[in-house]
């Protein structure tokens, strides 16, 4: 009896060694590292960077945000350790999202700016306007003071049939363009901050994350009803 205990603790010595090695590892180093998931064999989900899996091929399929599914198989050795690295590239929808987003910010940004540019043209002309106004008004005012103070019959003549007549319609025409410049500038402004309130309230594009949907349904996933679906991914063999 005694001997044959002994028979049976040595034999157990020797199989725990083999069952500890019927497993090996996996280290996951993913590009993106901080948001990847992956399933294992097609039934299990995962978000570990290290796994634990029995000797022999095993499929995994990665996916992240804004990533395109890839999809490989790799052979674990039992009692040994490796590393997957894999490099998820950018899905073609995300791609054509980001220069959907790239077309739109430039044309909100043409629709801001070019009635800025009309905006600060018109302010620039009314501000020239306003100045010819005040000079010519002044001109004017100059011309009637010395026709009322002057004694000269000359130079009294010369203001009565040239200078008067000729500064009151540069007066004249200098108040009109100031009014005109006036009007542009405000229909300018008033459209520049309609262009402003509207660009603010457009919004985005919105990414619609189709390898999400094909990710979603590698794995059996349930409905409202009971029932579920199950659905195919991209492929990328990797080599």
């Known amino acids: 009896m005694f ?21 090996g590892q996996l280290r996951l180093v993913v590009d993106p590292g901080h948001d990847f998931q992956v399933i294992l064999d097609g039934t299990h989900r995962l978000q570990e ?4 899996l029995s000797e022999g091929n095993h499929r995994l399929q990665l996916w992240a945000p804004t990533r395109r599914i890839v999809d490989t198989t790799v052979y674990v050795r039992a009692g040994s350790s490796r590393e997957l690295t894999v490099r998820l590239p950018y ?10 987003v790239k077309r739109f910010r430039e044309r909100l940004w043409l629709n801001k700016a070019l009635p800025t540019v009309a905006t600060v043209g018109a ?73 402003y309130r509207r660009a603010d309230r457009t919004p985005l594009p919105v990414f619609d994350d189709k390898e999400k949907v094909r990710f979603d349904g590698l794995v059996w996933l349930p409905g409202p009803d009971g029932r579920g679906v199950w659905a195919a991914g991209l492929t990328i063999p990797l080599r």
């Open 123 to 195: 302010a620039a002309w009314t501000t020239v306007s306003y100045l010819n106004y005040r000079k010519a008004g002044r001109q004017l005012q100059d011309d009637k003071d010395l026709y009322n103070t002057s004694a000269d019959p000359g130079a009294i003549a010369e203001l009565k049939d040239e200078r008067l007549p000729a500064h009151q319609d540069d007066f004249r025409r200098s108040k009109v363009m100031l009014g005109v410049s006036t009007g542009v500038f405000a229909v300018a402004a008033a459209y520049t901050i309609w262009s």
């Open 3 to 23: 001997l044959c205990v002994h028979l049976i603790g040595a034999l157990g010595l020797l199989a725990a060694p083999a069952i500890a090695q019927t497993t």
């Open 91 to 100: 899905s073609p929808e995300y791609l054509a999202h980001q220069q959907e």
């Open 49 to 52: 960077r290290v796994l634990e």
